[in-house]
């Protein structure tokens, strides 16, 4: 399971109370009883059957591949006392091979074992990883609900898209990317969902423009999982919400000034 939202410690506060909850030698109903000898084991000096991957050794930002493989190879031995062994793992030190290096567990795990990855923004996560977790999304640190606020940020975009002026569209890119990584998937999230909802309105060359943009905008959220940086994925996105001389509105003229037709005539009749 991919718990991911909320703040580092609400992660790892419900990754806890999951163990707790299957662990606990309580009645189900009243399991995670926090009294019981496992709960005070989990919650107190640490329960042999609960395997914890948070940081990464002092000189390193990534976990070493060799550590997650030694996790890795300790859920297939059975756990010591109770029914399950569980694993929090931090995925945000995971750099690719760490995470690949989880596959085979999370793919065909041994039937006690529980895997939690804690992930700021599950979307981060290579696609590999997130198609064989269930997904716990907790509301963000401010306590409001679990769906996605409107990003200002994007609101610029988007109005600047509409506007169709270059400059401004530039503007709001460079000021999209200062949002950070971890919050670009959800704001590309965000301008697609906003591209999508201008398509009906739109002329028949615009829709079909930003259709090529909403396609584009997934291509970078995948990009995301391989480490490309915000920076270069806003500088693309400035070019591809760019004004296309003839694809614009329909006053526009239907070629450059001074060229031939743009490539992107071209690219719409693949
Ligand atoms: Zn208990």
Redesign the pocket.
């Known amino acids: 399971m991919i718990i991911s939202g909320g703040t580092e410690e609400a992660r790892r506060a419900e990754a806890l109370r999951i163990a ?1 909850e299957a662990l ?3 009645a189900e109903e009243d ?6 000898a ?2 005070r084991k989990l919650y107190g000096v640490g329960h042999a059957d609960v395997l914890f991957l948070l940081t990464p050794p002092e000189d390193k930002k990534w976990m070493p591949v060799s550590h997650v493989r030694h996790l890795r190879g300790e859920m297939y031995v059975r756990p010591n006392e109770g029914r399950r062994k569980i694993a929090v793992i931090n995925a945000d030190i995971l750099n690719p091979h760490g995470q690949n290096a989880l596959l085979s567990v999370l793919e065909d795990p041994p039937y006690y074992a529980v895997l939690l990855l804690l992930a700021q923004n599950a979307a981060v996560l290579l696609p590999t990883v997130r198609s064989r977790c269930a997904l716990r999304r907790l509301p963000p640190s401010g306590g409001v609900s679990a769906e996605a606020e409107a990003i200002p940020e994007v609101e610029a975009v988007l109005a600047a898209l509409r506007a169709d002026d270059e400059w401004e569209i530039l503007c709001a890119c460079f000021a999209l990317e200062k949002i950070g990584r971890e919050s670009l998937s959800g704001a590309l999230d965000q301008l697609a969902a906003g591209v999508l909802r201008e398509i009906p309105g739109a002329d028949v060359l615009t829709a079909r423009r930003y259709g090529d943009i909403i396609v584009q905008i997934r291509r970078w959220q995948a990009a995301l999982d391989f480490h490309v940086s915000a920076g270069h994925i806003c500088g693309a996105l400035a070019v591809a919400l760019a004004p296309q001389h003839g694809t614009g509105s329909p006053t526009r003229p239907l070629r450059a000034e001074n060229g031939p037709p743009r490539e992107e005539v071209s690219s719409w009749s693949k």
């Open positions: 707790a606990c030698l309580s399991r995670p009883c926090g009294r019981c496992a709960c």
